[in-house]
């Protein structure tokens, strides 16, 4: 059974730093291109970052750039998500997501990931 399990959400002051982690178990993932997304309460999921399955190309929302970093460590089936000067509007379910099909390139687009996790919660106060 493939599962994505996600850790290291919490609560922090606004300018406070935050590494998410997503622990894949049941295949590998270290040739499918992998991402973060996140929801806050009454809006629609939105993404976040995105990683290519060797880790050499990562893409951002503009409104995270310069602040948060994807990583990914294939050796141990792991997604990363660094993030850094947190800001009240980043509180949200943040999501880690991985493509079914091997060497595609990542995109921002929530359909083109099969499997997904259950979520960690980030709130950050102002």
């Known amino acids: 059974q493939v599962q994505l399990v996600e850790s290291g959400g919490g609560l922090v002051q606004a300018g406070g730093s935050l590494r998410l982690s997503c622990a894949a178990s049941?295949?590998?993932?270290?040739?499918?291109?992998m991402a973060w997304f996140r929801q806050a309460p009454g809006k629609e999921r939105e993404f976040v970052a995105a990683?290519?399955?060797?880790?050499?190309?990562?893409y951002y929302r503009d409104s995270v750039k310069g602040r948060f970093t994807i990583s990914r460590d294939n050796a141990k089936n792991t997604l990363y998500l660094q993030m850094n000067s947190l800001k009240p509007e980043d509180t949200a379910v943040y999501l880690c997501?991985?493509?079914?099909?091997?060497?595609?390139?990542?995109?921002?687009?929530?359909?083109?990931?099969?499997?997904w996790g259950q979520g960690t919660q980030v709130s950050v106060s102002s």
């Open positions: 049941g295949r590998t993932f270290r040739t499918s291109a």
């Open positions: 997501a991985a493509d079914m099909e091997s060497y595609r390139a990542p995109t921002y687009t929530s359909q083109r990931y099969e499997y």
């Open positions: 990683i290519s399955w060797g880790g050499s190309s990562t």
